[in-house]
T-cell receptor, first 117, second 117 residues
Framework: GAVVSQHPSWVICKSGTSVKIECRSL??????MFWYRQFPKQSLMLMAT?????????EQGVEKDKFLINHASLTLSTLTVTSAHPEDSSFYIC?????????????FGPGTRLTVT | AQKVTQAQTEISVVEKEDVTLDCVYE???????LFWYKQPPSGELVFLIR??????QNEISGRYSWNFQKSTSSFNFTITASQVVDSAVYFC??????????????FGKGTKLSVKP
């Protein structure tokens, strides 16, 4: 149980275009979803925390208008990278939490590799 | 200052050797959670363990064991009789209650473990 999927698994887009990444909890309802990005050989950096039905909370330094997050249901959160540039190329990983209690295990998706040319 | 420090960037061992991955954390919270995740080359994060700050008991799960010592703010991970399949990047992570009930994870930079046959 507790499976999280991401779509697409990889995407190549041209500079200036927008890309949408979906994160779904397949067999549970996720009150909270998280979006991370990971550059090659580096750690995961939290971008934003998303609660169903409310605005996402962005970490310092993350542009809200560039990385649009929508958490429309308890099983789906989307991250849209708007006007993508080569420096946005990265591995984007989402995770979902079963509840809103601290220390709840986060279940991670398989990640989406974005390459902007 | 880094809240989660994994001083070992890369470790290389020969199969069947024991290996310990170090993790030192920093927090002012009295209640917090510590995690270890494995990230194989495929990229998907695999949950290994969660430990809350009030539980200092060491844990063993098969070839894996964890040593949590609050006195030194360390949460080290040992693999006994390592196998080639253990080759991956291992992340230690911290979740602080003071950040609210979101369960945000703060990751260390990871340790890349290579187990050679």
């Amino acid at each position: 149980g507790a499976v999280v999927s991401q779509h697409p698994s990889w995407v190549i887009c041209k500079s200036g275009t927008s890309v949408k990444i979906e994160c779904r909890s397949l067999d549970f309802q996720a009150t909270t979803m998280f979006w991370y990005r990971q550059f090659p050989k580096q750690s995961l950096m939290l971008m934003a925390t998303s609660n169903e039905g409310s605005k996402a909370t962005y970490e310092q330094g993350v542009e809200k208008d560039k990385f649009l997050i929508n958490h429309a249901s308890l099983t789906l959160s989307t991250l849209t990278v708007t006007s993508a540039h080569p420096e946005d190329s990265s591995f984007y990983i989402c995770s979902a939490s079963l509840g809103d209690m601290q220390g709840n295990e986060q279940y991670f998706g398989p990640g989406t590799r974005l390459t902007v040319t | 200052a880094q809240k989660v420090t994994q001083a070992q960037t890369e470790i290389s061992v020969v199969e069947k050797e024991d290996v310990t991955l170090d993790c030192v954390y920093e927090t002012r919270d009295t209640t917090y959670y510590l995690f270890w995740y494995k990230q194989p080359p495929s990229g998907e994060l695999v949950f290994l363990i969660r430990r809350n700050s009030f539980d200092e008991q060491n844990e063993i799960s098969g070839r894996y064991s964890w040593n949590f010592q609050k006195s030194t703010s360390s949460f080290n991970f040992t693999i006994t009789a390592s196998q080639v399949v253990d080759s991956a990047v291992y992340f230690c992570a911290l979740s602080e209650v003071s950040r609210g009930s979101q369960g945000n994870l703060i990751f260390g930079k990871g340790t890349k473990l290579s187990v050679k046959p």
